[in-house]
Nanobody, 125 residues
């Protein structure tokens, strides 16, 4: 049972990336999923979440209108489309899954019991 995050990288301001989170050993569609990010010296910030029930989504104010979270259940994968990237988006991005359906909304790391390894996103000119 694990999550594998990938798709980070180095991009210039204004650019785009689409990290992915692939599950193995369980059906990701049955779990709420969230993306968190972390910079050195700070805790993990919930960036976006998606419900397992009705596809409802959550976005932090800092990314609203620029990031889009989505599922591809056939591929057991969740994506985070990141557009109009800013230097302050630079962080390690983690995906996580929670058995509790409501966890996608204002995601709290303590409610997530399965984590990917993180993928580095660097926005710099």
């Amino acid at each position: 049972v694990q999550l594998q995050a990938s798709g980070g990288g180095l991009v210039q301001p204004g650019g785009s990336l689409r990290p992915s989170c692939v599950a193995s050993g369980f059906t990701l569609a049955e779990y709420a999923v969230a993306w968190f990010r972390q910079v050195p010296g700070k805790g993990r910030e919930g960036v976006s979440g998606i419900s397992d029930r009705d596809g409802s989504t959550y976005y932090a104010d800092s990314v609203k209108g620029r990031f889009t979270i989505s599922r591809d259940n056939a591929k057991n994968t969740v994506y985070l489309q990141m557009n109009s990237l800013k230097p302050e988006d630079t962080a390690v991005y983690y995906c996580a899954a929670s058995y509790y359906s409501g966890s996608y909304d204002y995601p709290d790391p303590a409610e997530f019991n399965c984590w990917g390894q993180g993928t580095q996103v660097t926005v710099s000119s």
